[in-house]
């Protein structure tokens, strides 16, 4: 039998697996994210190693950064020093020989959930992680929404508060610097340097903790967050009426409330007319969402793929 490696390479990891063609994921690991120029490289190691267990015919691709498919190659990262304009996947199959499929590790992880996931049976959805940034899809029957340059989606670029924070893209006010998971996360030691409360290795998860525990300061950031992200959603709620809004991202596993609070906070700002049943949904996929769309991206480049 023929198998699919896969990677999805972020800023600090780079996840990877081995696929069957039906899509059953059947080993998972990660490695640290080497310096940029060295990745081609050690996917080719862990491709070699991976060989030693496994007929490999094809290798999927989720990553970070502004990607162009056809090409395979990464247009723009801010983080991974000196990624942009990398040509991997021509790299990648110069030294494995194998066809490569590169695609942006939010389209590939929506890719995912489309194909066996939270959206399998949805026609019309909305895909969001929450991270270092907000990054999002449209999904309209059933097919990524791309737009006429590939960037259709951008809901952690729109401006939520006009004149706000300064944002990474050059504007100000945009949603992921008010509803991200590091915004959260800033946000949170600014209120906790206020309230002369004492800060050591916050995360996103410990603040989650900390809510579950009763924490006023806590509290106070996670209702803004929640408040925030409601805003930001009521508006992708009025422009797309989805069916369902699938939230992926760290904070959003285990027994967390966020996922019920925001379905709460919808309920009061989405208009009446609108249906008013639990909309936001949690990625059923979660992290291995990206190796599950890498995954589709390469059988569907050998044709051999279920249909989604």
Not at 238 to 246: A, D, G, M, S, V
Not at 257 to 270: A, C, G, M, R
Not at 292 to 299: M, P
């Given at each position: 039998m023929s198998y699919i490696a896969c990677f999805d390479i972020g800023g600090t990891f780079i996840k990877y697996g081995v696929f069957n063609p039906k899509g059953k994921l059947l080993v998972k690991s990660k490695i640290a994210t080497p310096k940029s120029h060295e990745i081609p490289d050690v996917l080719n190691n862990k491709v070699k190693s991976l060989q030693q267990d496994f007929h490999l015919t094809a290798i999927g691709i989720s990553s970070c950064g502004l990607v162009d498919p056809e090409k395979g190659m990464i247009l723009f990262s801010n983080n991974i020093l000196g990624y942009s304009g990398m040509k991997l996947g021509e790299l990648l199959f110069s030294l494995t020989q194998l066809p490569v499929s590169v695609e942006n590790d939010v389209k590939s992880a929506c890719l995912g959930e489309i194909w066996k996931g939270s959206i399998k049976d949805k026609r019309n959805a909305f895909f969001l992680t929450l991270g270092t940034g907000i990054g999002s899809s449209i999904v309209m029957d059933r097919k990524i929404v791309s737009g006429s340059s590939r960037f259709a989606g951008e809901l952690g670029h729109t401006v939520i508060v006009v004149g706000g924070k300064p944002c990474s893209c050059g504007r100000k006010g945009c949603l992921e610097q008010y509803a991200s998971t590091s915004a959260l996360?800033?946000?949170?030691?600014?209120?906790?340097?206020?309230?002369?409360?004492?800060?050591?290795?916050?995360?996103?998860?410990?603040?989650?903790?900390?809510?579950?525990?009763?924490?006023?300061?806590?509290?106070?950031?996670?209702?803004?967050?929640?408040?925030?992200?409601?805003?930001?959603?009521?508006?992708?709620?009025?422009?797309?009426?989805?069916?369902?809004?699938?939230?992926?991202?760290?904070?959003?596993?285990?027994?967390?409330?966020?996922?019920?609070?925001?379905?709460?906070?919808?309920?009061?700002?989405?208009?009446?007319?609108?249906?008013?049943?639990?909309?936001?949904?949690?990625?059923?996929?979660?992290?291995?969402?990206?190796?599950?769309?890498?995954?589709?991206?390469?059988?569907?480049?050998?044709?051999?793929?279920?249909?989604?």
């Open positions: 996360v800033q946000d949170y030691k600014v209120e906790a340097q206020q309230k002369g409360v004492a800060v050591k290795n916050v995360s996103g998860e410990t603040i989650m903790d900390l809510v579950k525990q009763g924490e006023p300061v806590a509290l106070a950031v996670y209702e803004r967050f929640i408040h925030y992200i409601s805003v930001g959603l009521t508006n992708v709620i009025h422009l797309l009426n989805p069916e369902k809004i699938i939230i992926g991202g760290g904070i959003t596993e285990g027994d967390g409330p966020i996922i019920q609070d925001i379905n709460l906070q919808l309920k009061n700002e989405v208009m009446d007319i609108y249906e008013k049943e639990d909309i936001v949904i949690a990625s059923s996929l979660g992290n291995d969402a990206g190796l599950y769309g890498a995954c589709y991206l390469a059988l569907n480049r050998m044709n051999i793929k279920e249909t989604v």
